[in-house]
């Protein structure tokens, strides 16, 4: 999860209050946010564009800049060190990504402001004309929003603030800029109207960010770090999607990299912004979050015209969005005492509007920002109740109906299985469900079958057998405490999975119990004592065959089935004890355990069913 | 009347052993024949009770190494040097000397180590350094040295320095000099200890009536009765017993036991799904949309074999494909996408417990149910101190007309109490599938912080209502391993499946 750093001193001049840093962290966390820790955080400035550079937890020089990417081998100079809070992102909270979402949440949280925010916006003259080529689907990505930004200007703080945003948006909303990305350009570096287009690979070379010389569009993807960082995003594209602006300027060649005539620098105060990508959703969504942040910076918002397919639309459209929650099912669904009142102040504090629309105030009408994606049903608006209620606040309670608590045969008899091999002296171990084919198999001088529970894409390399039986386990037990005094006697109780095609999921589970003795004196007899005490104290009685198995000795091996019981019991052979690093006489059981007969009792049914 | 003193028979020989004077510890055993540690305690007794001196004295034992007496004929290298050098003429500069002497095998840093320490040989500056003979050197040359003397009543069996004393020896010289010659002897500190009877005990002895002693009874002594006449020997019940442990339920499997009794005892029924899962159980079923990154490669295992399963009936399927792709009857807008059967039908091991429990629900759709489960997940990890591949969840869903935000939080509270942590906070939280999503944190006395163990939440409507369920369902997907760590101190998850059974008997059971 990326983590961002919120500065706190600034936090406080934008919420116009000091508080102290322990009431902020407070609150951010009873309104969601995963606050890490309070750290303080040195700044560098970059020698070559001059942005501030935070600094890195561990780090304790920077020789790197985070925006041009300049490198050199003295560290930067330092500039000021911040008290920074350490925030861990919400994927599902892009409106909490950075300082202006925070801002404005905290500002009703906090009671400084509620309600719904203002986003007003005035038009701008900048127009863009969007290509059909965008569409095609060698060179598709059909969506594009815009917006127009205005500030005072453009300070070192903001920055670093607007860079991290963007890069954050595009984690957690553009799926690392496949589904949406983001470009930002100094306006006043572009002449309008501006042409979002697809361009042959080798046509129009420009100079991307942090170079010198012209490149073409693939000469990018094969040589510039962020070409080469995100070439498979174009990767099945023959034509490259670009703006270009009237007098023929390469803005950029999303999603990949802008143009280094157009960046934004200290002082800029126009900022163009282009959203696109796949998925309009996440494309308005990235937009909407990203100026309505800029907003509670002290930004002012201006549309954009954009004409695709003969049709014209103004972008950002950042009216507020509805929804209709009745109070009754907000009671219901949250538990809490809430009236007309308490539900109205807790959706305020959230920021969000509401009024009820009906006499009886029953019923309200709730409108939400454009940005707040994360809402698809009323239940959302009532998390935003809850949280504006304040989660402390909550009273706990238990459901007062009566239920019946039952649980499965298969524990009972693993826990009958447990008790008996414990009073037997042998102790209990639990190793992992999936293994290898080699320990799995091999050491147990087993051919590996054709067919068995495999997974595909293992990052472990090794764990690609989910396991079949618990010999593995036990064995490897053995051999990390083969140094302790003989004989050593231990167990596992788990399931194993087999291959079924007949199970609904192409896989049946078994309930075992696996148990070795090592030792000078350990052998068949002794396991098998050990099993018919055990399966006399669970009532099954069983009768014995020979059986020849690749790990047991030939002639020291039985198997038994008895009602939905079976087993497998043998001295391992030596061939099996030397492949787990042991030189001593091992006797092995294992045991399917199936149902008893007489016990448990059956339990009631758990409750009567209202249908 | 003055009672008679009762002694044991063991406690009788060893007042009848010093009864005619002052004996060492050594001699009593050796007149007694009993062992050491008898006649102590017998000793001891009888001081606590004012009938016995015991009087402790350190004295130097010498044991010479087992070559010492060869090496004592042949002279000690010091010795020989002396001889060496006054039959050069009493001088020789040190290479010539050096030469000589290792030509006679002796080794040179100890004749100077040992023959300067003794001041028989000293050596001159100049050019070139000389090695000469002291008058002292002189005077030694045939008179055995103190040390030498030691060594040689030691070997013939006169080993306390106290005792050499009388025949001579100074002991002072001998410590100086063989203190630190240990590759020749080592010279020890012995405790001797020596009793003798007091008058009040002399007194007591003439009266004294024995009583027999043992350290156990056996069958005869009950069934003849002797067992009245016999003592058994008390003990320093401060002592430690001796370290054993019983064979123990798997510290992890002990926390699991608990988690499931926790949920029992709250009127839970307990449920339990394949790991081996198809997609459709493990993320469609829980409205995650079949593009998001959790399920992805990178996140998910997914099995070659079996690598797709049929879907459950279309009764099932079709209100999970329309919710996915417009909400169905959820009120909810979905994700507006084209649901895909294909990457339904595929199969993983199950990232969560959810599986069970959704399970459970399409099940059980109707109020009241109560269903937990504790079992096996997966996720493709690699492994460290803080992850593993394969952990622990503990599940649980509440269908109830009166399950909300605030019964879940009572839920959760009531088990952690019942685990062991009395302080429990929660915290708004987002999860996909359930909204609103809580996270639970526990308070850790040891560690004076809060720590989070698992999310929860109440089903969004899109989850529970394809399934027929239109009640809040309350629930939750809590770590286990995390809760084992903090009970049984661990700070390595790794700990929790090694199988050193060393280090799990260490980990007592009432942890």
């Known amino acids: ?611 | 009347m003055i009672a008679p003193v009762v002694l044991t028979e063991t406690a009788k020989k060893v007042w009848e052993a010093v009864r005619a004077g002052p004996k060492d510890v050594a001699d009593v055993v050796q007149t007694t024949q009993l062992d050491q540690s008898l006649v102590m305690v017998a000793a001891l007794e009888a001081q606590q009770q004012g009938f016995f001196d015991v009087k402790e004295r350190v004295r130097l034992e010498l044991d010479p190494v087992p070559d010492a007496a060869a090496r004592l004929q042949q002279g000690l290298p010091e010795r020989q040097a002396l001889r060496l050098l006054i039959d050069a003429g009493g001088s020789l500069s040190v290479p010539d000397f050096t030469q000589r002497a290792q030509a006679q095998g002796l080794p040179v840093h100890e004749i100077f180590r040992w023959g300067s320490a003794r001041g028989w040989v000293e050596r001159t500056k100049g050019q070139p350094p000389m090695v000469r003979v002291t008058d002292a050197g002189r005077l030694a040359v045939d008179e055995p040295a103190d040390d030498e003397r030691a060594l040689r009543l030691a070997l013939e069996g006169t080993r306390f320095l106290d005792e050499q004393a009388l025949q001579g020896v100074d002991p002072v010289a001998v410590e100086q000099l063989l203190g630190k010659r240990t590759d020749l002897a080592k010279l020890r500190k012995r405790t001797q200890r020596i009793l003798s009877l007091t008058t009040q005990g002399l007194e007591a002895l003439s009266r004294a009536k024995v009583k027999r002693e043992q350290n156990a009874l056996a069958p005869e002594d009950f069934q003849s009765g002797a067992w009245r006449d016999i003592t058994l020997r008390p003990y320093d019940v401060t002592l430690p017993g001796k370290t054993v442990y019983p064979a123990k339920i798997h510290p992890l499997r002990k926390i699991m036991e608990q988690t499931r009794r926790a949920f029992l005892e709250l009127g839970f029924e307990e449920v339990v799904s394949p790991m081996v899962e198809s997609a459709f159980w493990n993320f469609d079923a829980l409205f995650q949309p079949q593009d998001h990154p959790a399920r992805d490669m990178q996140d998910t295992f997914y099995m070659l074999d079996p690598a797709r399963i049929p879907l459950p009936p279309p009764e099932v399927v079709e209100p999970v494909r329309r919710t996915h792709e417009h909400g169905g009857d959820t009120g909810s807008t979905g994700w507006g996408y084209k649901w895909s059967e294909r990457e339904a039908e595929r199969v993983v091991l199950r990232t969560h417990t959810t599986a069970a429990t959704i399970r459970a629900l399409a099940a059980h759709p109707n109020p009241p149910y109560k269903a937990f489960c504790v079992g096996w997940t997966y996720r493709n990890e690699t492994i460290s101190f803080k992850h593993l591949p394969v952990f622990h969840q503990i599940e649980g869903i509440v269908i109830d007309e009166q399950a909300s935000l605030a019964t879940l939080l009572g839920t959760l509270t009531a088990f952690y109490q019942k685990m062991g942590f009395a302080k429990v906070r929660f915290k708004p939280a987002f999860y996909p599938y359930t909204e609103p999503s809580v996270d639970v944190m526990v308070y850790m006395e040891s560690r004076g912080k809060w720590i989070e163990m698992g999310g929860s939440g109440i089903f969004r409507p899109e989850v529970s209502e394809p399934f027929g369920c239109k009640h809040p369902v309350l629930a939750w997907g809590l770590g286990l391993e995390r809760l084992a760590m903090l009970r049984l101190g661990f700070s390595d998850i790794r700990q929790l499946y090694q199988g050193s059974l060393d280090a799990m008997e260490e980990v007592a059971l009432c942890r």
């Open chain 1, 1 to 611: 999860m990326p983590i961002v750093n919120i500065d706190a001193s600034w936090l406080n001049e934008l919420l116009e209050k000091p508080y102290p840093p322990q009431q902020l962290i407070d609150a951010l966390d009873q309104i969601g946010c995963d606050v890490e820790e309070v750290v303080e955080l040195p700044r560098y400035r970059c020698p070559q564009c001059q942005a501030l550079v935070e600094g890195s937890l561990g780090a304790d020089t920077v020789k790197q800049c985070s925006l041009c990417g300049f490198t050199q081998m003295q560290p930067f100079e330092i500039v000021d060190t911040i008290t920074a809070i350490r925030l861990d992102l919400l994927a599902a909270r892009p409106d909490l990504f950075d300082i202006g979402g925070l801002v404005r949440a905290l500002q009703g949280y906090l009671g400084e402001k509620k309600g719904l925010p203002s986003f007003t916006s005035t038009r701008s003259d900048i127009i863009v004309n969007v290509d059909p080529s965008v569409c095609q689907p060698n060179s598709y990505r059909p969506f594009l929003r815009c917006a127009v930004i205005e500030l005072p200007s453009v300070d070192d703080r903001m920055l670093v603030a607007l860079m991290k945003l963007q890069e954050n948006l595009h984690w957690g909303v553009g799926r690392d800029r496949k589904l949406a990305s983001i470009g930002i350009y100094d306006l006043d570096t572009i002449k309008g109207p501006i042409t979002y287009k697809t361009l042959h690979p080798d046509d129009e070379p420009f100079v991307p960010l942090g170079v010198s010389e012209p490149m073409s569009g693939r000469k990018i993807l094969s040589e510039h770090s962020k070409g080469i960082a995100y070439a498979h995003l174009l990767a099945n594209h023959d034509r490259y999607p670009v703006l270009v602006d009237a007098d023929g300027h390469v803005l950029s060649m999303p999603p990949i990299i802008n143009s280094e005539r157009t960046k934004i620098k200290i002082g800029s105060h126009r900022l163009f912004v282009d959203v696109t990508g796949i998925s309009i959703a996440a494309v308005e969504n990235t937009l909407h979050t990203l100026v309505s942040s800029l907003v509670e910076l002290g930004a002012t918002i201006r549309t954009v015209r954009i004409v695709q397919d003969e049709k014209e639309l103004e972008t950002p459209d950042l009216t507020p969005k509805q929804a209709i929650v009745d109070l009754s099912q907000a009671k219901q669904w949250l538990g809490l005492p809430l009236d007309a009142h308490t539900l109205m102040e807790s959706l305020f504090r959230m920021r969000l509007d509401v009024e009820p629309i009906d006499e009886s105030k029953t019923r309200f009408r709730v409108r939400y920002p454009a940005f707040r994606s994360d809402i698809r049903h009323t239940v959302d608006v009532f998390e935003d109740v809850a949280i504006g209620f304040g989660f402390q606040n909550i009273q706990a309670k238990l459901v007062p109906t009566m239920t019946v608590g039952s649980s499965r045969t298969e524990e009972q008899t693993s826990d009958l299985a447990r008790t008996i091999l414990l009073g037997l002296g042998y102790s209990e171990i639990m190793s992992l469900p999936m293994t290898t084919e080699s320990d799995h198999y091999e050491r147990f001088r087993m051919p590996v079958p054709n067919r068995y529970p495999r997974v595909g894409n293992p990052k472990l390399k090794a764990l690609t057998v989910v396991r079949q039986h618990l010999m593995s386990g036990v064995m490897q037990a053995l051999h990390d405490n083969r140094r302790r005094p003989m004989p050593q006697r231990l167990f596992e109780i788990d399931n194993v999975a087999l291959l079924d095609d007949e199970a609904p999921t192409g896989c049946r589970e078994e309930r075992r119990v696996c148990f070795v003795e090592m030792g000078k004196d350990a052998g068949y007899a002794t396991a098998r004592s050990i099993l018919d005490a055990m399966l006399r104290e669970m009532g099954v009685e069983a009768a014995y065959s020979a059986t020849q198995q690749p790990w047991f000795t030939a002639g020291r091996a039985a198997r038994f089935q008895a009602g939905s019981f079976e087993g497998i019991l043998g001295e391992l052979h030596p061939e099996v004890i030397l492949a787990f690093g042991l030189d001593h006489p091992v006797a092995l059981v294992e045991v399917t355990l199936g149902s008893l007969r007489s016990w448990p009792i059956p339990h009631p049914r758990t409750t009567e069913r209202s249908s």
